[in-house]
Nanobody, 122 residues
Framework: QVQLVESGGGLVQTGGSLRLSCAAS????????MAWYRQAPGKQRELVAT???????NYADSVKGRFTISRDNAKNTVYLQMNSLKPEDTGVYYC????????????????WGQGTQVTVSS
């Protein structure tokens, strides 16, 4: 089993910044990819940013140029630096990880964190 624990959410004014962290622990042989999703009230969960095991990153169009995803493989941790925040960035942010727990495991498992609230006031 793998646990993901997020931190760093909070209340910030428009134009402000926040840095989210997500630490993975448990039965980890390899983390194949990590990502951040968010869910605004009354809306579906949406992908914000992804970072596979390599250096390539991907972002939703709505956050390009403002958010930066990074990971520390030694700490099994992924970060999301959020700058120039807007009210529409408000929501619960979830960490996601695709994890191989054993060398013999053929299909990795996907895990979710419990979510951290981000509120941007206008």
């Amino acid at each position: 089993q793998v646990q993901l624990v997020e931190s760093g959410g909070g209340l910030v004014q428009t134009g402000g910044s926040l840095r989210l962290s997500c630490a993975a622990s448990g039965s980890i042989f390899r983390i194949n990819a990590m990502a951040w999703y968010r869910q605004a009230p009354g809306k579906q969960r949406e992908l914000v940013a992804t970072i596979p095991s390599g250096a390539t990153t991907n972002y939703a169009d709505s956050v390009k140029g403002r958010f930066t995803i990074s990971r520390d493989n030694a700490k099994n941790t992924v970060y999301l630096q959020m700058n120039s925040l807007k009210p529409e960035d408000t929501g619960v942010y979830y960490c996601n990880a695709v994890v191989t727990s054993r060398p013999s495991q053929y299909t990795p498992n996907r895990y979710w964190g419990q979510g951290t609230q981000v509120t941007v006031s206008s």
